[in-house]
């Protein structure tokens, strides 16, 4: 994939109007769309990742769980391959966060090979965020706490992808202490 694919850029200007009034949760309180940018930036750049579905749903992993997108209005743009993806690593919004965490770890082991590429760039992602930009209400404990959590539930996708694994092992050593 050497030239930049129409979908591609379709997925990233679909990413960035659904996401157009949303802030992280840091200090900053940066634009929410370089979020899924910086999953696009580790799979391609940093682990070597070409699968366009997988980096299409990298861009779009976080839309029918933090915005008003259906998995019909995903699928009919960009097909169902992708939207699968998307729905494998998307929560479920109806179920507490405390229920959503476990069921995290619960599915993980159970990921296709697409998607356990984008929850490893998602993690990988959301731990140098919460090291070097944490959110301001987060006390040390809650910080160490997410770094855990975030490995239980990569240890269950272990073998999905050597490059990823080992980006994400790095982004552990992070781990505030």
Not at 51 to 69: F, G, K, R, W
Not at 115 to 140: E, T, Y
Request: hydrophobic share 40%; aromatic share 6%; net charge negative.
């Amino acid at each position: 994939m050497d030239q930049v694919s129409p979908l591609l850029i379709d997925a990233l200007a679909f990413a960035a109007h659904k996401h157009r009034d949303q802030r992280r949760k840091d200090i900053e309180a940066s634009p929410y769309i370089n979020h899924p940018i910086a999953l696009l930036r580790v799979l391609r750049l940093e682990a070597g990742v070409q699968d366009l579905q997988v980096l299409c749903a990298a861009l779009l992993h976080d839309t029918i769980e933090d915005t008003e997108t259906t998995e019909e209005e995903l699928e009919q743009r960009f097909g169902r391959v992708i939207t699968g993806i998307v729905i494998e690593v998307t929560d479920d919004k109806r179920l507490d966060k405390a229920t959503r965490k476990r069921a995290q770890v619960e599915h993980a082991p159970h990921l296709t090979l697409q998607a356990a590429q984008v929850k490893l760039a998602d993690k990988i992602c959301n731990l140098r965020d919460v090291a070097q930009s944490p959110p301001p209400d987060w006390s040390l404990q809650r910080r160490q706490q997410y770094f855990d959590w975030a490995k239980e539930v990569i240890d269950g996708l272990r073998g999905a992808n050597a490059e990823l694994e080992a980006l994400f092992d790095a982004a552990f050593e992070l781990r505030p202490s």
